[in-house]
């Protein structure tokens, strides 16, 4: 015969054990919850920029860092490119966007990356001498900087690294679902075939170089759009210019009288610091997905 004082013991451990057990249950459940579901990007996140010393790249570093974000500036030279500012705040590494390795170091360590590699002119344009001119940062392409290599490689090179991280063992038990936000700086003319006028323009007035130039971009914008493991935020800017870029403001009105008076396939010019803003309110704005205009990009550079 058992007592009954043992009897209420018993069952007074076996209602602690169960309690102690569902709140630990309940409590990993939460957690993996907050982990799947996620919340917007911000400070002090990890953002990777591939350009990072360049005319839009340094703005968006500039920007992300003065909002506390942890960024890490890649580029080939590796160096601040004003310092005595808030880029003093980047990490400034050197690395090769080529380089599916050196690119999944970075992605790996980051929660959310920007894609401002690119060049006006490539080495098979012939006016490769003309980006010390037209390219922000001064720069000169190398011998392997055509825009296949520049545009499309380096930026599929990111997208697989991301879908990679995506499929990581450890991220997955995590429950960290969320597709990692992933910027890229396209061009107002990789949308022609889809304004009227566009299409004949890019057949019959558009040089050879600007022909190659599109097919690149276009090539990242369907790869990234496809791409499950990312966000994607792809602004579209026609000219973009600052007070200090003189080779550009001449034509500025010009754009943008075509694009006042309703020229479908001419958009409206871009500030290299609108465009930074708006490329940092993507980033933190989850709603922000597929192809931003002018218009967009606007209005995101005013929630900055």
Not at 182 to 195: K, M, T
Not at 213 to 232: D, F, I, M, Q, S
Request: glycine share 8%; charged share 20%.
């Amino acid at each position: 015969k058992v007592e009954l004082p043992i009897i209420h013991r018993l069952h007074t451990q076996y209602q602690s054990i169960m309690f102690a057990s569902f709140h630990t249950t309940t409590t990993l459940i939460c957690w993996l919850s907050l982990l799947s579901f996620g919340t917007a990007l911000a400070p002090p996140a990890k953002v990777a920029v591939f350009g990072g010393t360049g005319y839009v790249g340094s703005q968006v570093c500039e920007r992300l860092a003065a909002k506390g974000y942890q960024v890490t500036g890649i580029s080939r030279r590796g160096e601040n490119p004003r310092p005595g500012s808030a880029l003093d705040q980047v990490d400034w590494v050197k690395g090769d966007a080529t380089s599916p390795a050196d690119v999944q170091s970075f992605v790996a360590n980051a929660d959310a990356v920007v894609h401002a590699v690119g060049l006006l002119f490539d080495v098979e344009s012939g006016l490769q001498g003309l980006n010390t001119i037209v390219s922000g940062s001064g720069s000169l392409p190398g011998d392997e900087s055509t825009y296949d290599n520049i545009t499309r490689k380096t930026m599929f090179n990111i997208i697989d690294a991301v879908e990679k991280k995506a499929k990581n063992p450890l991220n997955m038990l995590g429950g960290n679902k969320q597709p990692m936000p992933l910027a890229f700086v396209s061009c107002a003319e990789a949308g022609w075939p889809d304004v009227a006028g566009g299409d004949f323009v890019e057949t019959n007035v558009a040089p050879e170089w600007l022909k190659k130039y599109l097919v690149a971009k276009r090539a990242v914008e369907g790869r990234l759009t496809a791409c499950p493991a990312a966000r994607p935020i792809i602004v579209r800017p026609s000219l973009i210019w600052s007070w200090d870029k003189l080779d550009v403001l001449p034509i500025i009105p010009v754009f943008n009288i075509a694009s006042a008076v309703g020229v479908p396939f001419v958009d409206k010019t871009i500030r290299v610091e609108t465009l930074a803003d708006a490329i940092v309110a993507g980033l933190e704005d989850d709603s922000v997905v597929g192809v931003q205009r002018f218009q967009a990009m606007e209005e995101l550079a005013a929630m900055v």
